[in-house]
Structure formats: C-alpha cells, structure tokens
C-alpha cells in the first residue's frame, strides 16, 4: 500500500501551491505519486459536486450537504485513491474528510463526531496516514486570494467569522488526532513550509 497524505487548511492556507509543489519534486525524484482533489475526476463525485453547488438548490440541510460530501468522497476513494494505493503510489490528496469535519461538523454545528461517524462509513474506515493542517489566520488565507485591492466590506467581515469557525474546528481536530495531523505553521514564507512538509512525508516514506 502507498502512503495516503491529505492536506488541510483554511482557504488561501497554501494547500494547493504545496502539494504542487512536493508532486513535481517527488516525480522527478522517481517516486510514484497520484496528485488528487474531490471530486477527483470521477463521474459520479461529480455529479454529487454539481448538486452540493447548485445555487438552485437553496434548500439544502446540512445534513444533507454532510451525507452529500461523504457520497462524493466515498466514489473518489472507491474509483481513484484506492487503486493508486493499492498500486503502492504516494496519493497526496488536496482536502479530505476533515474538511468535512472543520466546515459541516464544527462550523456549521453538526459536531465533528457525528460527521466523523457517517464518513468511516463512508471510507470504511480508510483514514490517511498522515494529514498536514496548514493553520493559518483566515484573514490572511482571504488577503492572499482577494488581495488589497478594496477595502474589507461586510461580505468578507462574514466570510471571514464563518472561516475563524473553521479554524477552530481544525485546532479542534488535530487535538483529536494527535498521532495522525500534524500542523504546520502557515504564516511563514513557503520555502520554510515547504521543507517542513517535504520532511514529514519523507520521514512517513523512510519508516515504511
Ligand atoms: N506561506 C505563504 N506565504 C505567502 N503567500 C502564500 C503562502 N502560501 C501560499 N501563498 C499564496 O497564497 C495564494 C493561495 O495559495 P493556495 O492556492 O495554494 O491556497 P489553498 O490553500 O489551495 O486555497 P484554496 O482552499 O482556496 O484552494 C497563492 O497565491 C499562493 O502563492
Ligand atoms: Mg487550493
């Protein structure tokens, strides 16, 4: 089996860029590794996408958005990591299930618990072996993606409530998780990142 590595963060925590990253270099060294993000590129998951996204759908319960995103991540897992770990590749997944657990269990309230519950099922039991939280202030994951070109309005001021939730729930979960999430300081210049994460996969890679 490949090493399962997901990647977490508020938006704008860097997520993408280093996983980019770490994906070139370790190709170029040699090793095999899928590069991966929900819905993954599947049919089905997408499908799933489509409905959770659908402005149309303004009716949605949480729960069902939660049970949504888990059908989604169940068809990833099934159809996409799942063969390339099987097939002993390194998958480095941009967000997985505590996303779920940040957003639908924490911030919007259902608890990290339950929504932790319907997606075992929904991996059976399939966890990563190591997870990089990225932590960092959202207002400066929301800096980075808007940038400075307009004043801080009211819009960006909720947004910016609704991702201290989700920071929180994050904190929340790597105190859960001790032995699986490991947090890297997301307020320092990439590089220092970037080599910080390189050693924690690494060092998963060497112990195996
Ligand atoms: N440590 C850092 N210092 C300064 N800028 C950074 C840092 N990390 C990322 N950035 C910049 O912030 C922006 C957002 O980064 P990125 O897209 O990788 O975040 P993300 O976590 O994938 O966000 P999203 O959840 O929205 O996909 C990019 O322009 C990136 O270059
Ligand atoms: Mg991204």
């Known amino acids: 089996m490949g090493l399962f590595v997901t990647f977490e963060g508020v938006e704008g925590s860097g997520k993408t860029t280093l996983i ?4 070139d270099e370790m190709t170029q060294l040699g090793y095999p590794v899928l590069k991966t993000r929900e819905p993954g590129g599947n049919k089905i998951s997408e499908q ?3 409905i ?3 402005v149309e759908n303004k009716e949605m319960d949480y729960r069902t958005e939660a ?7 169940r068809q990833h897992l099934v159809e996409v990591i799942r063969p390339a770990l099987a097939a002993g590749k390194t998958v480095l997944c941009d967000r997985f299930l505590d996303s779920s657990l940040a957003y639908q269990g924490h911030a919007r309230g259902l608890g990290i618990d339950k929504v932790y519950e319907i997606n075992l099922y929904a991996t059976e039991g399939i966890l990563p072996d190591v997870t990089v939280y990225i932590d960092v202030d959202p207002m400066e994951g929301l800096n980075r993606i808007n940038n400075a ?3 801080v309005d009211r819009l960006d001021l909720e947004t910016a409530a609704f991702h201290a939730k989700v920071r929180a729930g994050y904190l929340l979960i790597a105190e859960k998780f001790p032995e ?4 890297v300081d ?3 210049p990439l590089a220092d990142i970037y ?3 390189k050693k924690i996969v690494f060092a998963r890679l060497a112990g195996r």
């Open 149 to 151: 070109h307009r004043a």
């Open 52 to 54: 959770i996204l659908d």
């Open 180 to 183: 699986r999430i490991r947090i």
């Open 195 to 197: 080599s910080e994460i």
């Open 67 to 73: 049970l949504l995103y888990a059908a989604s991540r």
């Open 186 to 188: 997301g307020n320092k």
């Open 20 to 23: 980019n990253r770490l994906y």
């Open 48 to 50: 799933i996408r489509g």
